[in-house]
């Protein structure tokens, strides 16, 4: 993917693991036993191919290897520009090759076609002209051409010869649920194969000492808190991704690679991961389908790693390496050494080859929809997590983000959606927060069960409360669009008396003075009554200016008496003007109300969400619809609604609010009364939008009850 990028400072290592600096070699976690140092030998080795990952020999190559056996190895040097850092080799010697000639699967590798020869003569031909002593090299003689691979990262030098392991310790699994790719991450996972290649995502994006990090099944993804753009060359700028398989081949992790019950573990990839391990180019005229990626020579041989087939298709694949398999993948680290796991209930043979940004397995026992055999890589960022643990978690000064982001003590962080507030982790819930809506994130931050969880405070006008949330509800990025919440955020003892009504009742709230929804059942289907006459108005307001024309004085009176004194009849010929129902739906729906829905025995029994009534309050008093003449003349009529149908909003407000409101009420269809309140309400700076809507009720009464209550409370806590 896009590893060897960005800058890596020296002290980055030892807070997280696979964020190496490219001046030295990887070292083994702080809570891991100590590899031994390398032994000095007398190799000459250039960066190119970092003498830290080799493996099996081919058996053509068997003899060629012993032979050279006592020459010194020359590594095949870097490109121009690449910055490259000494290497190290292991002592031991090759010890696979015996085993591995004899298995079936393994025998193609003897052989040599014409495709493959072309892809590594024409790769080493680079070479060659940078370095006019290497004279041959290449798999095949044909006409397919493979990618120039980058060097192999010189920093995995650090595990050669390294014997201590470290086990899995930390209980991660990948979560069931869906969890989004970060805006910090998102381009640069999707330029370069991040679906495919590294997986769907594990955690949420989170900061550290050294930066952004989120992590998926096949890798992590890394913005470092202080860049040197000069030395990336990520695609997507300051983004690179976190070196996970060097890490976990450093360390000797014990986890399993490519299933629980692997017969492989990461340790067993270290020790196929050798200089000595390299294979030696295979005789030009032997036949394979194989190829032969040329990284050193040893006197006169050419070593390298054969990369399989079905491997080297894959890795080819527009959508797992869309810019080149060096670049996207990396450079082979081993072999492809055998492994078995149990998938269904079943044996399944995989060879698992280890490059330096991937480990790539082929099972032998299944193949894909379209019937070849079965690749893909393995979930080398889960078990980065099981052996690492995740990195300390700190948190980003208020209004930064990505590469700017520097620590700090709290945080503001966004709701991602609906999710409930909890006494901890593991607690009870407490009040519940909605999509943009902002808490303040402390230090603190835990995982239980594999998860993040951040204690945070939450705000209302007048109180406030803390509590728990999990990483996966809160982003960092500062949203766009108004913040929503749960009513009990403004009153808990209110959601408790509206609970009580058993789905009878709902309320929407708008805090236009601090951009915030309370909602409780807020988008229910709710019969209008009386309140259905707002609609009726502003569609027949917005009809005259269609027609280029002011109400007359008779249009006024029916206006003036339909919303002040709640007339039926008014209500009813201006209904008749717009063209009934139609023309009213199709207003509602061009300014973003979609849910009000008529009935044919009346427009007094149609339908509508108190949500949908507050946006079109909401429009009214933003200015968001109408001429500002006929919007002025609307709010007006709604100043002046006679003093017995001022229940609710109007009954209630704070002394000294403007009030601009109409009420409804009615027997419903089934016998049942149904009551309702809307308004606008403006008092000492403050303005709030509210709708409160009942039915099936047994009385007026007990709807005037309703109404009053929730529109006293909010009242008291928004005022």
Request: net charge negative; aromatic share 6%.
């Amino acid at each position: 993917m896009l590893g060897e990028q960005g800058n890596r400072e020296g002290d980055v290592r030892a807070a997280v693991p696979g964020v190496m600096p490219a001046e030295a070699a990887p070292e083994a976690p702080t809570d891991t036993a100590s590899a031994p140092a390398n032994t000095p030998d007398t190799t000459d080795n250039t960066p190119a191919a970092s003498a830290a990952a080799r493996t099996e020999a081919a058996a053509a190559a068997q003899a060629a290897v012993a032979r050279a056996a006592s020459a010194p190895v020359e590594m095949l040097p870097a490109p121009a520009g690449v910055a490259t850092a000494p290497a190290a080799h292991s002592q031991r010697a090759p010890r696979r090759w015996a085993r591995m000639r004899h298995m079936p699967h393994m025998s193609h590798m003897s052989r040599r076609a014409s495709l493959a020869g072309l892809a590594a003569v024409v790769l080493v031909a680079t070479l060659v002209a940078a370095h006019a002593a290497l004279t041959t090299a290449g798999s095949r003689r044909g006409t397919a051409r493979a990618a120039q691979p980058t060097p192999v990262d010189p920093y995995t030098a650090g595990f050669a010869g390294s014997t201590s392991t470290t086990a899995p310790t930390f209980a991660f699994s990948a979560p069931a649920g869906q969890i989004a790719v970060d805006a910090t991450f998102a381009d640069a996972y999707a330029a370069h194969g991040g679906a495919a290649l590294l997986g769907a995502p594990v955690t949420p994006a989170f900061h550290t000492a050294k930066g952004w990090m989120q992590f998926f099944a096949n890798g992590a993804l890394v913005v470092p808190d202080e860049q040197d753009a000069a030395n990336s060359r990520a695609a997507v700028p300051g983004v690179r991704a976190l070196d996970v398989v060097p890490a976990l081949l450093a360390a000797g992790s014990l986890a399993k690679v490519g299933g629980a019950d692997s017969t492989l573990t990461y340790a067993d990839l270290r020790a196929d991961a050798a200089t000595t391990h390299l294979v030696a180019e295979p005789a030009a005229d032997a036949e394979t389908p194989d190829f032969f990626i040329p990284e050193a020579r040893q006197g006169s041989t050419v070593l390298g790693h054969i990369v399989p087939a079905a491997i080297w298709a894959y890795i080819n694949q527009p959508s797992i390496s869309p810019g080149s398999w060096s670049d996207d993948v990396g450079m082979p680290l081993t072999e492809a050494v055998p492994a078995v796991v149990t998938r269904d209930g079943a044996p399944h043979h995989l060879l698992v080859q280890a490059f330096t940004q991937a480990v790539i397995a082929l099972d032998q026992d299944a193949t894909d929809p379209a019937g070849q055999q079965l690749v893909g890589p393995v979930d080398t960022g889960v078990a980065y997590l099981q052996t690492f643990a995740p990195p300390q978690i700190t948190l980003p000064a208020a209004g930064e983000s990505g590469a700017t982001a520097t620590a700090t003590a709290t945080a503001t962080a966004w709701a991602t959606g609906d999710t409930a507030v909890r006494t901890s982790p593991t607690g009870g819930e407490t009040v519940h927060i909605g999509r943009n809506f902002p808490v303040t994130v402390r230090q603190g931050a835990t995982w239980v069960n594999g998860a993040l969880w951040y204690p945070v405070h939450w705000d209302a006008p007048k109180h406030g409360g803390d509590g728990w949330l999990p990483a996966t509800a809160l982003t960092f990025h500062a949203p766009n669009g108004p913040e929503t919440a749960s009513l009990d955020v403004l009153s808990a003892d209110l959601t408790r008396y509206l609970d009580a009504q058993g789905g009878n009742a709902a309320a929407a709230v708008y805090d236009e003075t601090r951009g915030r929804y309370y909602l409780y059942g807020a988008t229910g289907a709710f019969t209008m009554a009386s309140s259905a006459k707002v609609p009726i108005m502003v569609t027949f307001l917005n009809w005259t200016e269609s027609q280029g024309c002011e109400p007359n004085d008779y249009e006024m009176y029916l206006l003036t008496t339909m919303i002040e004194n709640s007339n039926n009849d008014s209500a009813q010929a201006l209904y008749e003007t717009v063209g009934y129902d139609a023309p009213i739906a199709a207003y509602l729906n061009s300014i973003g109300v979609h849910d009000w829905s008529p009935n044919p025995n009346g427009w007094g029994w149609s339908t509508l969400s108190p949500l949908s009534m507050v946006k079109i309050l909401t429009a009214l008093h933003d200015g968001t619809i109408l001429t500002a003449q006929d919007r002025q003349l609307a709010l007006n009529l709604m100043s002046n609604i006679e003093p017995d149908q001022q229940i609710g909003v109007g009954d209630t407000a704070p002394q000294g609010a403007s009030v601009q409101m109409k009420d409804g009420w009615v027997p419903g269809p089934d016998g049942l009364w149904v009551t309702n309140t809307s308004g606008i309400v403006t008092v000492h700076g403050e303005t709030y939008i509210i709708a409160v809507y009942s039915q099936h009720l047994d009385s007026l009464d007990d709807g005037w009850a309703i109404v009053r209550r929730v529109a006293s409370t909010v009242a008291a806590q928004l005022a």
